[in-house]
């Protein structure tokens, strides 16, 4: 395994899961009761965490023709950031947006923020946690009512709870890539 890789193993392991006291179980996003929690957050908003993560999914968008990079708000926020951030010393500097879970009932309305799409063909969508892939294929519906031009080329996870996402986003038609999975974790 990339040590880079093992790396962030060790750094969800010891920040970011969350085991059921015996008896009781957490509530996830997609409605499932679990065992276990995974808070990406505890990660993505930490420095080497954060930087990991942009790294290497960065570096599985080279090649790709992605031109903007964006997911569901809040999960996807910090994400979006470093990925942009880290491509500038690249040779194509990436956008970023961000889908609302509801559109703004103010200013512009929109459900999507960001720069404008228009003209942006490929993207990618990213997360922290996925399960089922429910909030980011709702996001990636949101996303294509706004800019429906725009190609979903890939979809980037940190983790793969291995709880029906890779079945969901291919009957969908998308390709999800997960950095690491539950079985890596031993959960």
Known sequence: ???????????????????????ET???????????????????LRAEGLHLVATLMLERLVGTGVEAVGGM???ADPIVGAIVALSAAGDQPLQGFLV??????????????????????????VEDVTT????????IESLKAAAPEVEVVKVLTILDRQ?????????????????????????
Request: hydrophobic share 40%; proline share 4%.
């Open 73 to 75: 708000s809040i999960g």
């Open 1 to 23: 395994m990339d040590p880079r890789l093992a790396r962030l193993r060790e750094l969800l392991d010891r920040d970011a899961v969350r085991r059921a006291a015996p008896g």
């Open 132 to 139: 089922t892939g429910g909030s980011t294929l709702t996001a």
């Open 100 to 125: 609302r879970k509801t559109a703004k009932d103010h200013g512009l309305k929109d459900a999507v923020a960001g720069p404008s799409l228009a003209g942006v063909r490929r993207v990618a969508m």
């Open 26 to 44: 957490f509530t996830l996003a997609s409605g499932k009761p679990s065992h276990y929690f995974v808070n990406g957050k505890e990660v993505t």
């Open 163 to 187: 709880e029906g996402a890779l079945k969901n986003f291919a009957a969908a038609g998308y390709h999800l890539e997960a950095l690491l999975s539950r079985s890596d974790l031993g959960l």
